[in-house]
């Protein structure tokens, strides 16, 4: 036997809306009205059992406190005897519940706000027809703000169980459109639509027009919803679901209108939203693109770059097509680090540009090199302090002006130290008056870093440098990370990385091409490579077959430092740490002399000053003398077939 369906003649206000469209805030304030109760969520409108509830709530534990927070304001109950009071609910009907709620509440019109009803249309249906005197109020919010927003709140994908939406857009949409279909059927007299946005810009006018709804006296307490507890908290095990930013306000807060917006990007939504969106008076393509969209379109660009210079890369041998991937991929990751994470002139840090998996433009296997971002200019004076260990080789400060130009330097020589090695280093592009104990660098005023470099003979036996910077004067608030910066920073890595590959490759085209004649070596500044200006460079560029030797003669110079170090087509060290691909002035065995003999090759010679080619058979080697007095003496080719070697090396001293 079917039981008739219950009529209530009692009046009842209805919240619909989807999840974070205003419906806490809309509750708050109809709370303000002495002819209304407002409780938060009870959830009981979706179901027309309590037993259809308690099975739902076993697993969404948190909505519990909503029944259990109305009955202790109604009935002056402790949280455990609330808990009890709904437990025995559990036997009744939906519509019992309702029954019970009218009778405690006299004279005043309960509002029962629950969101979950879009999920449940037919239960609005059903509602619908159990009150025939029932108000709807369904409130709707741009959804751009209801998808950024629930992208953002903790636990957000709770709210999609028990419906068909799996994103943010499909609840907005299905959701209010589920709505829509619902009220379409009910006399316009027993709904209103009313929008967040005017909510919270407007309150007084659109409360005005709820109270028409509602057939009710505007009073101003309706615009006041922080004032009072409003059932807005409640112990543990009895509280409110809902916003849970309500309990931080004071006021209603007009630029909650569409401060959810500017994180969202219109293009992310499909055309059906859009169409609705437009029926409720939104125009979701007026909305300016986000600062996280530059970030996108700008990490496109640079991965498009990354592939058209991927492209340049076709030499004639494998191993250096391979290579050049390899080095693309690792500037990549290095020019992105540097501009996005070491950027900030005003909070320098100094940080490793070189290292066995990051090489470029003929790095040194004994050398540290460390950068620091800076900007000079007016009133702008950074502090380099520090120590430089007894025995140190060699340390150089260097500054780089704006399109990588070299800038003012100085070494070790020229800066002032204590008895221990420790130093203050003053930077600044204006006139320096440096107090006892400190040392001067000067700038022009387009510098945009600082770069410190340190020059190993035995790095097991030589302590690293110490190393502190720091911008003087008032200090400044580190920013949080932003998108329009962030997207700077990315294409200024993108710029720098064209750079570095196209000189690298550049400079072996120039080679190849005759620019500098195979097996002998040439002296250069090597400026447009970065280079350390205390060094004086020579460079060859060698090939030879894999049953052949490279033989290197020459004398050590009169220098602070001397070595020859192999290179690839990019100018990379080959692999320094399972090879030995370098031999500085401590290392070369020389005669008495100074004259020495290096032999290159794949395979252990036998000879004490060999160099590792690790499966080369082309490459650079490169010869760096560092502060050295005189002219740098000559260095002489010779290739030769292995099974000759030791007869090409019979008459050499050392070797």
């Given amino acids: 036997m079917t039981l008739p369906s219950p009529v209530f003649e009692d009046p009842i206000v209805f919240v619909l809306g989807v999840a974070r469209s205003g419906t806490t805030l809309l509750r708050l304030m109809l709370a303000g009205h002495p002819r209304l109760f407002c409780p938060p969520e009870m959830v009981l409108a979706p179901f027309e059992t309590m037993a259809e509830r308690h099975a739902l709530l076993e697993r969404r534990f948190w909505e519990k406190g909503g029944l259990r927070r109305t009955f202790i304001e109604l009935e002056g109950l402790d949280v455990a005897a609330a808990k009890q009071r709904v437990a025995d609910l559990t036997a009744l009907g939906v519509d019992d519940v309702y029954r019970l709620l009218n009778q ?3 004279d005043r019109v309960l509002v029962d706000k629950c969101p979950h009803l879009c999920n449940y249309p037919s239960a609005i249906r059903r509602l619908g027809a159990w009150f025939p005197n029932a108000r709807f109020l369904w409130i709707v919010r741009n959804p751009g703000s209801v998808i950024r927003s629930l992208q953002n709140v903790n636990m957000s994908e709770a709210l999609f169980e028990g419906s068909d939406y799996t994103t943010a857009e499909q609840l907005w949409r299905g959701g209010n459109q589920a709505i829509a279909a619902c009220v379409a059927e009910l006399p316009k007299r027993r709904w209103l639509r009313i929008r967040y946005e005017d ?4 309150p007084a006018p659109t409360m005005r027009e709820v109270c028409g709804l509602l057939e009710l006296e505007y009073d101003d307490a309706l615009i006041q919803p922080y004032e009072g507890d409003r059932m807005r908290s409640g112990p543990k095990g009895a509280r409110a679901v809902g916003d849970p930013n309500t309990s931080t306000r004071a006021r209603i807060e007009p630029e909650l209108a569409d401060r959810w917006l500017s994180g969202f990007d219109h293009r992310s939504v499909d055309a059906q939203t859009k169409a609705l969106a437009r029926e409720y008076g939104y125009d979701l393509d007026s909305i300016p693109l986000p600062g996280l969209s530059e970030v996108s379109r700008v990490m496109s660009e640079v991965l498009a770059d990354v ?10 041998d494998d191993l250096h097509n391979l290579e050049g991937r ?3 991929l690792r500037m990549l990751f290095a020019t992105v680090e540097t501009f996005t994470e070491y950027s900030d002139a005003d909070w320098p840090r100094f940080h490793a540009v070189i290292g066995p998996t990051r090489k470029m433009f003929g790095d040194c296997p004994d050398a540290d090199v460390v950068r620091t971002r800076l900007s000079l200019g007016a009133g702008r004076r950074y502090r380099v302090s520090g120590r430089i260990p007894p025995g140190t080789v060699y340390v150089g400060c260097l500054l780089h002006r704006r399109g990588g130009k070299i800038g ?3 070494n070790d020589a020229a800066i002032v130290r204590d008895a221990d090695g420790r130093f203050e280093l003053l930077v600044s592009a204006e006139e320096i008056e440096a107090g006892p104990g400190v040392t001067a660098l000067k700038g022009e005023g387009d510098e945009t870093e600082l770069v410190i470099r340190q020059y190993f003979g035995q790095r097991e036996a030589e302590a690293p440098i110490e190393l502190e910077v720091e911008l003087l004067g008032e200090q400044r608030i580190a920013p949080p990370l932003d998108p329009d910066t962030y997207a700077k920073g990315l294409r200024n890595a993108g710029r720098m990385l064209a750079t570095i590959v196209e000189r690298s490759l550049m400079f072996y085209k120039f080679v190849t091409a005759g620019g500098l004649p195979i097996k002998q070596f040439h002296s250069g500044s090597g400026e447009r490579l970065f280079p350390t200006p205390d060094n004086h460079y020579q460079v060859c560029w060698y090939r030879f077959g894999p049953d052949q030797a490279f033989v290197v003669r020459g004398k050590l110079p009169q220098a602070r430092y001397f070595s020859l170090c192999l290179y690839n087509v990019w100018l990379e060290s080959f692999d320094y740490t399972r090879h030995q691909i370098c031999l500085n002035h401590t290392q070369i065995q020389a005669d008495s002399n100074g004259e020495f003999t290096v032999v290159l090759c794949d395979r252990d010679p036998g000879v ?5 080619t690790s499966g080369h058979n082309a490459g ?8 050295h007095e005189g002219d740098a003496p000559p260095l002489r080719t010779q290739t030769v077939w292995m099974s000759e070697l030791s007869d090409a090396l019979a008459g050499d001293q050392a070797s």
Avoid: M
Wanted: charged letters at 15%; zero cysteines.
């Fill in 104 to 106: 405690q509440i006299g």
């Fill in 307 to 316: 592939a058209k210079l991927e492209a340049t890369i076709d030499l004639p």
């Fill in 608 to 612: 004490g000053n060999w160099l590792d």
């Fill in 199 to 202: 909510l919270v810009t407007a």
């Fill in 408 to 410: 003012a330097h100085l």
């Fill in 326 to 328: 390899r080095f693309l």
């Fill in 620 to 627: 650079y080697i490169l010869a760096r003398s560092l502060l």
